[in-house]
T-cell receptor
Framework: KAGVTQTPRYLIKTRGQQVTLSCSPI?????VSWYQQTPGQGLQFLFE???????NKGNFPGRFSGRQFSNSRSEMNVSTLELGDSALYLC??????????????FGPGTRLTVL | GQNIDQPTEMTATEGAIVQINCTYQ??????LFWYQQHAGEAPTFLSY????GLEEKGRFSSFLSRSKGYSYLLLKELQMKDSASYLC????????????FGGGTRVLVKP
């Protein structure tokens, strides 16, 4: 079974621009979560989507948004990029059955550099 | 929030055993995960504990004490390829699928 895939793998943008990252979960997985990883703050939760609905949101500004499509693929968008948005953005998928804790499997990430 | 504490760095010799401790706040606890992350790569799942006790999986074992808010990851028969960061993460009932991560423990295996 193919793993979680993310595109693009690397991205360079300038301050003020906006960016869209894409994530395709493992086949059959319905929950997609996004995380930001930086050397200073570590891995931090951005948001989770399940059945096209945002179920959870982390403590990030409104410039960070996302969505999920009917095939469970997800995108996240960052508008008005700031230097501090430079990070590895990781997507994780899980099967997510009701009332159960499911393991999240991570994609390879998108390395975003903001100049 | 779920403050999670784990050591920043540990060094061990090939063939030895290393134990990585993780402490967390117990309020609303709904499970603890360990992930391995090699430099420049994505975290890969190692283990999941929700009940007290030891879970063994080959050379890796993970232990949980819910009452103490404590877990450890035990790496036995260390190999050079085990040099990586090990991330402790918890899930709480009120936060759905959100994982809260510790800062990670960088393990360096020396020959």
């Amino acid at each position: 079974k193919a793993g979680v895939t993310q595109t693009p793998r690397y991205l360079i943008k300038t301050r003020g621009q906006q960016v869209t990252l894409s994530c395709s979960p493992i086949s059959g997985h319905r929950s997609v979560s996004w995380y930001q990883q930086t050397p200073g703050q570590g891995l931090q939760f951005l948001f989770e989507y399940f059945s096209e609905t945002q179920r959870n949101k982390g403590n990030f500004p409104g410039r960070f948004s996302g969505r999920q499509f009917s095939n469970s693929r997800s995108e996240m968008n960052v508008s008005t990029l700031e230097l501090g948005d430079s990070a590895l953005y990781l997507c994780a998928s899980s099967f997510k059955t009701s009332g159960r804790t499911d393991t999240q499997y991570f994609g390879p990430g998108t390395r975003l550099t903001v100049l | 929030g779920q403050n999670i504490d784990q050591p920043t760095e540990m060094t061990a010799t090939e063939g030895a055993i290393v134990q990585i401790n993780c402490t967390y706040q117990t309020s609303g606890f709904n499970g603890l995960f360990w992930y391995q992350q090699h430099a420049g790569e994505a975290p890969t799942f190692l283990s999941y504990n929700v009940l007290d006790g030891l879970e063994e999986k080959g050379r890796f074992s993970s232990f949980l004490s819910r009452s103490k808010g404590y877990s450890y990851l035990l790496l036995k028969e260390l190999q050079m390829k085990d040099s990586a960061s090990y991330l402790c993460a918890t899930m709480i009932k009120a936060a759905g699928n959100k994982l809260t991560f510790g800062g990670g423990t960088r393990v360096l295996v020396k020959p």
